[in-house]
Nanobody, 124 residues
């Protein structure tokens, strides 16, 4: 059974930083496409950052230069480092994995497995 568990969310003032983690287990493959998504109240889920199976990355324009996605294969853990946070970054953040060797993608349909989410709140 594949499981993804996010952690690291919280409340922070604008300009601050947070690092989200996503512990994965049960996935057969050691190489896979992964991504972080977020969803604000009343809005659609949007892709924030992605890393393909071969390490290529893709970021939403709104977070380029501020967010960094990474993966620790030894720990089976995904990370999202978020710097210079803005109030518009507020939302529930989800990690997702799928498609071994797939390219980076910010489309929800590209992913098979999802975590339950961790809340990020940025105040002005």
């Amino acid at each position: 059974q594949v499981q993804l568990v996010e952690s690291g969310g919280g409340s922070v003032q604008a300009g601050g930083s947070l690092r989200l983690s996503c512990a994965t287990s049960g996935y057969t493959y050691s190489v896979y496409r992964m991504a972080w998504f977020r969803q604000a109240p009343g809005k659609e889920r949007e892709g924030v950052a992605s890393m393909g199976g071969y390490g290529t990355t893709s970021y939403a324009n709104s977070v380029k230069g501020r967010f960094t996605v990474s993966k620790d294969n030894a720990k089976n853990t995904l990370y999202l480092q978020m710097n210079s946070l803005k109030p518009e970054d507020t939302g529930m953040y989800y990690c997702a994995i799928g498609d071994p060797y797939g390219r980076a993608s910010l489309q929800p349909s590209a992913y098979e497995y999802w975590g339950q989410g961790t809340q990020v709140t940025v105040s002005s």
